[in-house]
């Protein structure tokens, strides 16, 4: 995986907001109660600049040709973090969700905002590795910029009651692997938990409660669900910490619908989900604390 640190933009205009790392500050208070957790002042998502309409617009064309994303990678692998997102970014969504944002005149939601931001930063990303001269990839690196300090101010105050949706878990899925490509592991441990409890909540993880929806929503919810599984169960064991989901609670069949992108396809889905059962199995088995007090020879 190429890391992201390394193309970051001089520019000091958008610098990360302190405090992204632990986003409830310790708030020492004036009489003799312990301390109370409160959250840093709030900022106007409405008022943060966001990368001109036009470079958007001229990347989100560039997002319609077929097989966009593996052929922006043709002399290496697409980055996981990236391919995971594209398992579940729709383009026709996440295009109005871009003239939404753009066009809107109230404040967007937090989920809104984190999405396009996300997809923005990964996109002008990309963008910038493939761009034909300096001066065009030093642009690119300004919007990716951008678009990544919006979205640490969005992680930054996130509401972390939010209410279980299919957006909120997308928006917390995106924050997630930002921060996993930011070697911010915990936090993205954060993001992924609140996002499993609510797949939870929602019923995806249960065959029966999708018996009455449509093929297309049934997929969907799917591979959210998926995704966050993957994700919750590589971050358990690199944290050394207990899945949220586990195995024995789960019905659906682990087998995915086909992913919004031609790549990862329906197999390559398949397969990191196995993959990330195994990963669950390692971390059970071999060093869960159930399992180190195990006799060596048995681990």
């Given at each position: ?252 069949p682990h087998v995915t619908p086909d992913a919004k992108a031609a790549y990862p396809g ?34």
């Amino acid at each position: 995986m190429q890391s992201r640190s390394r193309h970051r933009s001089a520019c000091k205009v958008w610098s990360p907001r302190p405090g992204f790392t632990n986003p409830l500050v310790e708030v020492e208070s004036d009489d003799d109660d312990p301390p109370s957790r409160k959250s840093l002042p709030r900022t106007n998502l409405r008022e943060l600049p966001l990368p001109p309409m036009a470079l958007v617009r001229e990347q989100l064309s560039q997002m319609r040709r077929p097989n966009w994303l593996t052929s922006a990678h043709l002399d290496g692998p697409v980055p996981v973090m990236l391919a995971i997102l594209y398992t579940f970014i729709d383009y026709e969504h996440f295009a109005d969700r871009c003239r939404q944002l753009y066009f809107v005149t109230e404040t967007p939601s937090e989920a809104d905002f984190i999405i396009v931001n996300a997809g923005l930063a990964y996109i002008f990303f990309e963008a910038s590795l493939t761009a034909p001269d300096s001066a065009k990839k030093a642009h690119y690196e300004e919007c990716r910029a951008m678009a990544q300090n919006n979205l640490e101010i969005a992680l930054t105050q996130l509401n972390m009651m939010m209410t279980a949706t299919a957006e909120n878990i997308e928006a917390l899925l995106m924050g997630a692997c930002f921060c996993i490509d930011e070697s911010r592991a915990s936090v993205a441990w954060i993001l992924v938990s609140r996002a499993a409890h609510m797949c939870r909540t929602l019923g995806y993880h249960q065959i029966h409660t999708m018996k009455d929806d449509m093929p297309q929503t049934k997929a969907d919810k799917s591979l959210l669900f998926w995704c966050t599984y993957m994700l919750d169960k590589a971050l358990s064991l690199r944290l050394g910490r207990a899945s949220v989901l586990q195995d024995y609670d789960i019905s659906l069949p682990h087998v995915t619908p086909d992913a919004k992108a031609a790549y990862p396809g329906k197999e390559v889905m398949t397969l990191w989900i196995q993959h990330a059962r195994v990963l669950g199995r390692i971390y059970e088995r071999l060093y869960s604390p159930g399992a180190l007090r195990q006799p060596e020879a048995y681990r």
